[in-house]
């Protein structure tokens, strides 16, 4: 199956920006969506964005709408999430999974979870 990896996380002031990327390697599903989700200590892991393999279907979370956008370049592999106006909210560990299951904002339909890339956004 897929394996994905996940990048470009940091430490950020408030207000900067950010490009994470998840990588793909080894067979792709394309019919399925590939989503970001984030968890930050002591909470659940909670949906951020996400996107069809064909991107013309994008999802986002109210707490992100505006300021994320979710990419995507098949050629590469590769899923990407820009975020811009950073706010400390958004600390966490983000990672990118395949979707398995029809709901694309629920983390028990997605699979192939990366390692994680980890967001600090100071004060």
């Known amino acids: 199956q897929v394996q994905l990896v996940e990048s470009g996380g940091g430490l950020v002031q408030a207000g900067g920006s950010l490009r994470l990327s998840c990588a793909a390697s080894?067979?792709?599903?394309?019919?399925?969506?590939t989503g970001w989700f984030r968890q930050a200590p002591g909470k659940e892991r909670e949906f951020v964005a996400a996107?069809?393999?064909?991107?013309?279907?994008?999802d986002y979370a109210d707490s992100v709408k505006g300021r994320f956008t979710i990419s995507r370049d098949n050629a590469k592999n590769t899923v990407y999430l820009q975020m811009n106006s950073l706010k400390p909210e958004d600390t966490a560990v983000y990672y990118c999974?395949?979707?398995?299951?029809?709901?694309?904002?629920?983390?028990?339909?997605?699979?192939?979870w990366g390692q994680g890339t980890r967001v600090t956004v100071s004060s």
């Open positions: 080894g067979r792709t599903f394309s019919s399925r969506a």
């Open positions: 996107i069809s393999w064909s991107a013309d279907n994008t």
């Open positions: 999974g395949i979707q398995y299951g029809s709901r694309w904002y629920e983390r028990t339909d997605y699979a192939n």
